[in-house]
């Protein structure tokens, strides 16, 4: 992999938005990712494993928990420093940011939102700090986009619950030391349980051959007879509800991260355009190759000033889950068409791991189907203009 050159875009001047605290903390992530990530993850990802080297610097940008108040060790900011967090984490790899994203939103969000005060404090600052790492399962084989039809149940067994089921696609599963699992009770209403790995007949076999996220791991949670104590239950929630409040924080966290894969490659491909000569002048010379880096910068600037007011919106409490699934739709596709333009502009480099933007492409066949794929999110702005439930 080259050294990283990024510099990042910022067509309309959007920095004038910012307060001195959300640069600072963008230019910590963005010096870490430089030093840290850069290095690293294309072999990581040509390998196919998590780099367990990097937790320590994610809690240490305040990546984990970055608006978890600092009483429960998280970074007590703002929600626009949490996106330009996501940001600055998937410029530098997408699987690296959805580790961030599931401690932060799917693992901590629950704990501190549902949880009671002894299980915020026997869990969150350890969160934080990276000494425990989260999973979140909702998926499950048969109940992908329609997560309320899901099996995995508990029984009440007087002194503790039993929980069985299964659930698959579980990012950080097969390393996670607890797993925020969503389980319906004896009345089919669902319940957030923490599962603890170690404990008799939980196990998170791992996913293989993914060509995408390869330095994020995944993988299942199967539950045979599981004892959880009944003191594991998230006592302040219930419903389907739950589960989808944390996605509406994960998927905020999406749509910030997606514009900083985009701009890897709209910064990657803008380099490269200088460099390459053919037909003796730089291919960025050509009005064809000018049209994909214009078109580029256009919808990066779009994401971003779409980004930064949901933030604001979401600092004051009053975004929408339409509103957030219509922003990681949109910037998600943003990014990946942005991919795969930006591929092409590199010819035959561009599919190499001398550059990153392949490998971003990849991982963005992912992002653009968890969380809520483009389809289901669709329908979600559907229903929210038009009243009408498109779903069934
Ligand atoms: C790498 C990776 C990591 C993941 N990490 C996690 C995790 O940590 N935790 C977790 O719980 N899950 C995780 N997921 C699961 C992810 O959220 C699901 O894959 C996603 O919700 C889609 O479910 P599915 O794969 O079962 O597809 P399906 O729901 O089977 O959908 C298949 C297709 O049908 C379409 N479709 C479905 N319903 C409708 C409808 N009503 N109308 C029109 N079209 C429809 C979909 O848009 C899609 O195109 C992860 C997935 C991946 C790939």
Known sequence: ?????????DYFGLDDLLTEEHKLVRAA????????????IEDAAQKATFPQSIVHGLAEIGAFGPYIP???????LDQISYGLIMQEIERGDSGV???????????????????????????LPKLASGELMGCFGLTEPDHGSNPGGMTTNYKDMGDHFLLNGAKMWISNAPFADIAIVWAKNDEGRIHGLIVERGMEGFSTPETH?????????????????????????????????????????????????????AMDCYDTALRYSKERIQFGKPIGQFQLQQKKLAEMITEITKAQLMAWRLGVLKNEGRATSAQISMAKRNNVEMAINIAREARQ??????ITGDYPIMRHMMNLESVIT????????LLITGMDITGLNGFK
Not at 101 to 111: E, G, R
Not at 224 to 236: A, E, G, I, S, T
Not at 370 to 377: A, L
């Open 29 to 40: 992530a963005r010096e870490w990712v430089k030093r840290e990530v850069s290095p690293i």
């Open 1 to 9: 992999m080259k050294p990283d050159l990024f510099e990042s875009p």
């Open 70 to 76: 600092e009483t429960y060790g998280g970074a007590g």
């Open 370 to 377: 968890y969380e809520g794929t483009h389809d289901i999110h």
């Open 97 to 123: 940011r959805s580790t961030a994203s599931v401690q932060s939103s799917l693992v901590m969000y629950p704990i501190y939102a549902y949880g009671n005060e002894d299980q915020r404090q026997k869990y």
């Open 209 to 261: 051959n993914k060509w995408s996220l390869r330095a994020s791991a995944t993988g299942e949670l199967i539950f045979d007879n599981v004892k959880v104590p009944k003191h594991n239950l998230l006592p302040n929630k219930s419903g389907l509800g739950g589960p989808l409040g944390c996605l509406d924080s994960a998927r905020y966290g999406i749509a910030w991260g997606a514009i900083g894969a």
């Open 345 to 350: 502009m590199l010819g035959g480099m561009g």
